[in-house]
């Protein structure tokens, strides 16, 4: 029991920081979608979100009670992992039809103690959201899906508070790309670096080289890049996903937390190839 003299004020409850492992990530996932999703996952949980939540969550600094503002989600369970650690969310997301299905998510899984959960139906290219009122924005393998990118970098600017983060991951080349699953899926290139699969509508996907990075989300738009960490180099990618192997992607999911545990951190050090992606965060002065 904490006795306090008159006069005094008591310090604020210390919040607990929220940290998400892989194991944990995994958990979750089982939690909200049944362990079906063990043999074959229903909303592209694999190893690539292994990899990317954990890191998202650490780059954000999240404690218990903060706010994240998460764009582009589809159906991701990752908004509701963040929830599950007491951390409120808003889910902005273009697709009607995605964010009933957050919201019917939210309801069937929602437990007492859980953060708050607000989804959104409204573009990422224009946000309605109040200048300089956000601290925290997730964008976790999205972004690249956007064709007005330059809009959306300018909006995650302007909604940003000062000294606010937003994590994002982003697919990247260090030069440039003129195929993507060459002989696996047919991917038409468009305009330099970014692709529209064949036959399958909103389906644009962007590759990013450092110098792009940084004139669409980083100093061309005042906000300050860290360094990139890549994920996904010639082994994980080259030699699984970006291959007839890529079947099995969304199946058997314990085999890509063997491979986000195991594989990922030794291609990391070892492998100086390019990574499909790269993850980093953006700070606004």
């Known amino acids: 029991m904490i ?3 008159p006069g005094t004020i008591a310090p604020p409850a210390r919040r607990e920081p929220v940290r998400l492992s892989p ?19 229903v909303n592209d949980f694999s190893l690539w979100r292994i990899i990317e939540y954990p890191w998202a969550t650490g780059a954000l ?13 589809g159906t991701s369970s990752y908004p509701h992992m963040l929830a599950k650690e007491g951390v409120d969310v808003v889910v902005l997301e273009l697709d009607a039809d995605r964010v009933r299905w957050q919201l019917a998510k939210r ?5 007492p103690g859980d953060g708050r959960f607000f989804p959104l139906v409204a573009s990422a290219t224009h946000m309605p959201i109040r200048d300089s009122s956000v ?11 956007i064709p007005d990118d330059k809009a959306v970098g300018a909006e995650i600017a302007r909604v940003l508070a000062s000294g606010g983060i937003a994590a994002v991951t982003l697919p990247f080349t260090s030069t440039g790309r003129d195929s993507f699953f060459k ?8 305009e330099r670096n970014a692709f529209v699969q064949e036959g399958k509508a909103g389906s644009f996907f962007r590759f990013y080289t450092a110098e792009d990075l940084q004139r669409v989300y980083g100093a061309g738009v005042g906000l300050l890049m860290s360094e990139l960490k890549g994920f996904g180099r010639s082994i994980l990618n080259g030699r699984y996903h970006e291959t007839r192997l890529t079947r099995y992607w969304r199946r058997f999911v314990l085999k890509d937390l063997l491979l986000a545990l195991v594989v990922h951190p030794l ?4 492998d100086k190839s390019d990574p499909l992606y790269v993850m980093f965060t953006l700070r606004k002065p």
């Open 267 to 270: 291609e990391e050090r070892f």
């Open 107 to 111: 309801r069937a899984t929602a437990r």
């Open 3 to 5: 006795v306090e003299e």
């Open 61 to 73: 600094e999240l404690r218990r009670g903060d706010l994240v503002l998460d764009l582009g989600s």
């Open 23 to 41: 194991v944990r990530a995994l958990a979750y996932e089982v939690a909200l979608n049944g362990w079906r999703v063990l043999r074959e996952t």
């Open 183 to 190: 002989g696996i899926r047919k991917f038409v290139q468009v």
């Open 135 to 145: 601290r925290r924005v997730a964008a976790v393998s999205s972004l690249e899906h």
